[in-house]
């Protein structure tokens, strides 16, 4: 059965930063492409960022230079590191296998 478990969401400052970490289990990570999808309140899904099985990646231009994706195929873990963080990032961040989906953790900006 696959899992994904995403963690380290919470509350944070406009302009600080989180690491964002989504545990795998149930299949072979290392071979799969996985992404980053974001739901801010009252909107629709909104991809993120993507990571090839051979480490390429791929991120959404409302975020790019301050997102980036990571992965620890040792671990089993997909990473999202979030620097500059601004209200309209407020959302829950889900990873995502096609398609499985994790339960998401929510991060709430400040302004």
């Known amino acids: 059965e696959v899992q994904l478990v995403e963690s380290g969401g919470g509350l944070v400052q406009s302009g600080g930063s989180l690491r964002l970490s989504c545990a795998a289990s149930g299949f072979t990570f290392s071979r799969y492409s996985i992404s980053w999808v974001r739901q801010a309140p009252g909107k629709g899904l909104e991809w993120v960022s993507v990571i090839t099985s051979d480490g390429r990646t791929g991120v959404a231009d409302s975020v790019k230079g301050r997102f980036t994706i990571s992965r620890d195929n040792a671990k089993n873990t997909l990473y999202l590191q979030i620097n500059s963080l601004k209200p309209e990032d407020t959302a829950v961040y889900y990873c995502?296998?096609?398609?499985?989906w994790g339960q998401g953790t929510q991060v709430t900006v400040s302004s």
């Open positions: 995502l296998k096609t398609p499985d």
